[in-house]
């Protein structure tokens, strides 16, 4: 794995930089292209350009094919599927994986209904997936354990968290990224925890759909999709508990949120992230 680096962690154990690959992506650029939901789609937009990656969006059937082609990486997010634009995420899969580019799902309200299910597991199916990236419940439905969602929020799951991130990423050969109050990404045999985040992050409609945005932005220039997704959340946190210091209320966070992350730097994530490697 490359850039390694020792911090906060157990003797022993060893941690990529993770400031190395928000560099990376500052420098790159990349563009991240998304068939992502309506309700949160803006603030995708915007947290991958603060982040120093460019945002597309585009969802027509005509044009998904060609603008993954120009893409360095892919997110699909069922938050406002139909069956068309499930089709569409096909399409578009279909076209990252023959270029070679990282595919982020994003299985939101995965477990709530069966369109939701049924699409996610399709495109597991039909397409090789880097990452697939969801709450504990959302994990757990598309593991095949027992688990609650109300909506898209996890009500419940029936095991160890991270037995449960492991057994879907053995089922699917797909890294898993499990969010929650400690992170879990794994690729079945490796394992990083991330503990870095603040309760008001909850407060606020889209951190899960942003985080997805930003794991496939770092996924883009971080060929180890595994390293590269527990850095993005371990920014990602990280901009949350700064930002959470100064606010006042939901409004003023997710204002200083943005401001937080435009501003991380190699001091910030070297102290403050908090990234352990299971073994």
């Known amino acids: 794995m490359p850039f390694w680096c020792c911090f906060r962690v157990s003797p022993g154990y060893k941690v990529f930089d993770a400031y190395k690959i928000l560099a990376k992506v500052r420098d790159d650029k990349p563009l991240i292209h998304h068939l992502t939901n309506w309700v949160t789609i ?49 399409m578009a899969g279909r076209a990252a994986n023959k270029k070679g580019i990282p595919v982020v799902l994003d299985a939101v309200g995965a477990g709530a209904t069966r369109l939701r299910t049924e699409s996610a597991l399709r495109i597991i199916r039909e397409i090789k997936v880097g990452v ?16 609650h969602v109300k909506g898209v929020e996890a009500m419940g799951l029936s095991g160890d968290p991270v037995e449960v991130a492991k057994k879907l990423a053995g089922k699917t050969k797909s890294i898993v990224a499990m969010t929650g109050k400690r992170d879990i990404v794994t690729d079945g045999k ?59 209320g939901p409004g003023t966070f997710k204002e200083g949120f943005y401001d937080e992350v435009y501003n991380l730097d190699e001091e910030k994530l070297k102290s403050l992230a908090k990234i352990t490697e299971v073994k």
Do not use: Q, W
């Open 42 to 90: 803006y603030d995708c937009a915007n947290i991958v350009r603060v982040f120093g990656a460019l945002p597309v969006m585009a969802h027509a059937a005509e044009e998904v094919e060609e603008m993954t082609g120009i893409a360095s990486a892919l997110v699909l997010n069922i938050g406002t599927l139909t069956p068309e634009l499930v089709d569409s995420m096909i």
């Open 132 to 147: 697939i990236k969801g709450n504990s419940a959302e994990i757990g439905v598309l593991a095949g354990v027992e688990a």
């Open 190 to 248: 490796k394992t990083f925890l991330c503990d870095n985040g603040h309760a008001m992050m909850g407060s606020i409609v889209g951190t899960g759909c942003m985080a997805a945005s930003v794991i496939a932005s770092f996924c883009a220039v971080e060929k180890d999709y595994a390293a590269a997704a527990a850095a993005a959340l371990a920014c990602f946190g990280i901009a949350g508990e700064l930002a959470s210091k100064k606010a006042r």
